[in-house]
């Protein structure tokens, strides 16, 4: 399929435990393939994990800093309709900065960045950057 750099949408779901400024978080995340200007990409996702330290701003503006590691995948047909996919590992960072409208919501932001490998069965590096914005909503 050849390296290629593109930009699309994703959906992102994740959830976060913290205990005092200590903070873990599981995301899953979902590409809106029609989003993708490429006609032979078919399907993109991927699972992350995070660990890091929130810094207080203020009482309403608290920013995690964290490091993420993970693995996406992504789907593609190259010659005809064969189905091809890449699975690589990845490493790096989220900075995710929310202002806290109440107890209960937050206005939420991620900033993230992770370098992909190479595995052994050829694939190719996938490296990811996206920015997030959304409503997070506290449980307790």
Known sequence: ??????????????????RRQIIGQLQFSYVMSETIGDLNFDEGYGF??????????????????MLTG???????????SN??????????VTI?????LNYQFSIYSAFRYLKGFDS???????????I????RVTLQ
């Open 48 to 65: 992350f994990g995070s660990l890091g330290y929130i810094v207080s701003i203020n009482e309403h503006i608290e920013i995690p800093f």
């Open 83 to 92: 189905l091809f996919s890449d699975v690589s590992t990845q490493l790096g």
């Open 120 to 130: 052994e069965n050829r694939n190719d590096a996938i490296d990811l950057m996206d």
């Open 96 to 100: 995710s900065p929310f202002y806290q």
């Open 1 to 18: 399929y050849g390296i290629r750099e593109d930009t699309g949408s994703l959906i992102n779901l994740f959830g976060d435990l913290r």
């Open 132 to 135: 997030s914005l959304g409503l």
């Open 70 to 80: 993970g693995t996406s995948v992504i789907k593609y047909s190259a010659v005809g």
